[in-house]
């Protein structure tokens, strides 16, 4: 059973991800289309540096341009965000986006955008699945098309970039100084900061911006433990500032001068702060189960009203349509803002945070450690555990009717069952949530300072393992 997740279907190669089972789904996404009467409308395809994408990509927009419905298809790697945008900009039905995101190089995905170029909301999705079973339920193969020439190819890059530009402070850009990287993980992203720098003449260099579709071994997830290499350039060559994407270019991950790692929350935080002060910004904080109390702190500091949501940027996006929300975003690195498409963007994000050290005079890390002096400290961390689908569905299960009443020495206070398992102690708080992808529990932690992280980290994996 082909099955969406938190932002879209992904599979491993060969396995789940074949072409048959790409067709199946580009076709009922035609069918989803032709339903609500779009086909004129028509849809956008782009594809990622992941194995066999451009294949994949080409099979999707020869399946749905078969089905009588209008197919824009890149001609090169596009990072996600730059589909999005070509959604909107075109005023198209929808978007495929060929993408396993941050999984491993054995997986391959796709993710819907939807027409007002964002993340597909929950009942898109279930509307989407709907024609997925009816056409799983006949059992028919769907093989090759041949892509004719009524699929259309683009260019994204200029369309994309110069949204982008609409965003950014160039009197800002133009006057910083000092040395910049960029980690593109060898993710769609690459070629994209190194252009968009030299509109203002930045000295910003890329890493990892070659071709390879195995990552060199690493997942291109923009969290601490993939991004030794990035260190390893920022001790040696010393930059102001250091930020990294993820594989499709919409997550962001930071370090600060000295190689510190700026996490995800920390990031969200401090962009909060600079479009309030500095911008004069406005509007309402969203932010998924999974994210930092220390952003709860910020929205308290300004006077914003904050919402929190289930994991997946899909429910983010959702309220920004809905809502004046200033920013909103997840524990792995996806953020959106506001005057922008309700869409995750790691290279806008990354030249925001160039911006605020410019308008600032200080580096991430001063900024951050700042902030903390005043409404705490808060230290996260995350692990993902691999279990075997059925002790992964018994530990929810356990967690959901017979949560435990202590973690470690702290007390539970209280439970939020809502999507995965929170569960509040009387210091800090522990979550866990299995994948809706990959065979993995995630367990996530936070607490006041390193050594208690650790401590509650190590006894909440624990009993993971053991139920």
Known sequence: MIKFGTDGWRGVISEDYTFNNVRLVARAIADYVNGRGEAEAGMVVGYDARFLSKRYAEDCAAVIAAQGVKVWLADDILPTPALTWQVKDRAAAGGVMITASHNPADYNG???????????????????????????????????????????????????????????????????????????????????AVKLAGEYGLDLAEIRSDYNPSFGGVSPEPIEKNLGALRAVVEREKPVIALATDGDGDRIGAMDADGRFINPHQIMALLTKYLVEKRGWTGGVVQTLTV????????????????????????????????????????????GIKNYIPERDG????????????????????????????????????????????????????????????????????????????????????????????????????????????????????????E
């Open 110 to 192: 796709l993710k819907f955008k939807a027409a007002y170029g964002g993340s597909a909301s929950p009942e898109i999705v279930a509307d989407i699945e709907k024609y997925v079973r009816r056409l799983e339920e006949t059992g028919d193969e769907f093989p090759k098309q041949a892509l004719t020439d009524d699929v259309e190819k683009f260019a994204p890059e200029e369309a994309y970039l110069a949204h982008v530009r609409q965003m950014l402070d160039a009197k800002l850009l133009k006057g910083f100084k000092g040395k910049i990287l960029f980690d593109v993980m060898h993710g769609a992203a690459m070629g994209y």
């Open 292 to 335: 930092s109390e220390l952003v709860k702190k910020v929205a308290a500091k300004y006077g914003l009203e904050l919402y929190e949501t289930p994991v997946g940027f899909k429910y983010v996006a959702n309220l920004m349509l809905q809502k004046d929300i200033l920013i909103g975003g997840e524990e792995s690195g996806g953020i």
């Open 347 to 466: 290279i806008l994000l990354g030249f925001l945070l160039i911006e605020m050290v410019a308008a600032y005079g200080k580096t991430l890390g001063q900024l951050l450690d700042e902030m903390m002096n005043e409404l705490g400290y808060y230290y996260y961390g995350r692990e993902d555990l691999h279990l075997a689908n059925a002790q992964k569905e018994r530990l929810m299960e356990t967690l959901k009717t017979n949560p435990p009443e202590v973690i470690g020495k702290q007390k539970v206070v209280s439970a939020n069952c809502s999507d995965g398992c929170k569960l509040y102690l009387t210091d800090g708080w522990v979550m866990f949530r299995a994948s809706g992808t990959e065979p993995i529990v995630r367990v996530y932690s936070e607490a006041n300072s390193e050594e208690n992280l650790a401590q509650l980290l190590a006894t909440a994996v624990n009993y993971a393992k053991a």
